[in-house]
């Protein structure tokens, strides 16, 4: 079955500071997507990146990275000189490849409350 | 932004009424799912939607029904709301194709079930 995990409920930080948020997933698929939504306190859900399985390229936009480990089933994000707008609750989520037309159905695990002090 | 609205954004409602929410979207997308987000759970799939007329269930169906009469608005009636079902409830679309799908979201509906 698929399952993703987040096992940071929340973490705190200081503005400046770097900050990695961890993310396991569990899949029997080898070809599967994932990945980061961000929502901040306003409640909307803004994507941030999808990454497909067989792509393990580490990827980095502006101050945030993202790591994706096939051999540890992670793909943790991190975000450089954290500021306080980056405060948010952020989810990892996984699909599966589908075929015949089913549907990608997203798996989200249960986030990552991110506080950063000024 | 996916063209995504969402209504009512705030309901209060009492245990035993059915409720109606509605997703309306403006970009033609084929695929429709509404999710639910409640604390310690993330978000979870409730009911999806490939086509007009052409719903399936989630993870969390029991207690919902959808309906699509046309591609830009999928509606997600509570039969007859219970004080569980209190929620905020997000719908969404997938833009993209062949494996490059990436689902957007509405602004979200914030329901109290008394």
């Known amino acids: 079955a698929q399952k993703v995990t987040q096992a940071q409920t929340e973490i705190s930080v200081v503005e400046k500071e770097d900050v990695t948020l961890d993310c396991v997933y569990e899949?029997?698929?080898?070809?599967?997507?994932l990945f980061w939504y961000k929502q901040p306190p306003s409640g909307e859900l803004v994507f941030l990146i999808r990454?497909?399985?067989?792509?393990?390229q580490n990827e980095i936009s502006g101050r945030y990275s993202w790591n994706f480990q096939k051999s540890t089933s992670s793909f943790n994000f991190t975000i450089t000189a954290s500021q306080v707008v980056d405060s948010a609750v952020y989810f990892c989520?996984?699909?599966?490849?589908?075929?015949?037309?089913?549907?990608?159905?997203?798996?989200f695990g249960t986030g990552t409350l991110l506080a950063v002090q000024p | 932004d996916a063209g995504i609205t969402q209504s009512p954004r705030h309901k209060v409602t009492e245990t035993g009424t059915p409720v109606t929410l509605r997703c309306h979207q403006t970009?033609?997308?084929?695929?429709m799912y509404w999710y639910r987000q409640d604390p310690g759970h993330g978000l979870r799939l409730i009911h999806y939607?490939?086509?007009?007329?052409?719903?399936d269930k989630g993870e969390v169906s029991d207690g919902y029904s959808v309906s699509r009469s046309k591609t830009e608005d999928f509606l997600l009636t509570l039969e007859s709301a219970t004080s569980s079902q209190t929620s905020v409830y997000f719908c969404?679309?997938?833009?993209?194709?062949?494996?490059?799908?990436?689902?957007?979201f509405g602004p979200g509906t914030r329901l109290l079930v008394l």
């Open positions: 990454r497909n399985s067989f792509d393990e």
């Open positions: 939607s490939y086509g007009v007329k052409d719903t």
């Open positions: 969404a679309i997938s833009q993209g194709q062949g494996g490059e799908e990436t689902q957007y």
């Open positions: 899949t029997r698929d080898t070809t599967y997507y």
């Open positions: 989520a996984l699909s599966e490849a589908y075929y015949g037309g089913a549907t990608n159905k997203l798996i």
């Open positions: 970009e033609n997308h084929r695929y």
